[in-house]
């Protein structure tokens, strides 16, 4: 909450407190759309896997409700049924029972075609 210092004297101030008026405003820079997708959160050995649900999306990110994801590493691989391969995803804020991830849709994951570069196919 903000305020201000409108007087002072010795060890005493008058502090307003001012209600502001603003309306909340989502700060995404996307519309997230409600969704129930499962989905299962791991790190890329698979060593690690959570169970979830994608409660909002978007084109650039999701939240997932699910628990003990504080266990899991900062990029992580969401795996859906609806799609052939995981995405690559990074927490951009997280507790114990849910998280916000950003999609990395440019990350290729480990075993992914076309992922290593010309030259080292050709040496192949």
Known sequence: MKCQITSRKDSDAAVLFVKSTESFSDKRREKRNNVSIPVKISDFEGITEISGTIVDAG???CRVL???LPALPEEVLLTMKKFG???VA???W???TSGGLRLLWDRKVDGDEDEAPESEAASA
Request: charged residues 35%; positive net charge.
């Open 85 to 87: 391969k995981p995405v």
């Open 90 to 92: 990074e927490f951009a």
């Open 66 to 68: 699910a628990k003990s």
């Open 94 to 96: 997280r507790n114990d």
């Open 59 to 61: 084109n650039n990110g």
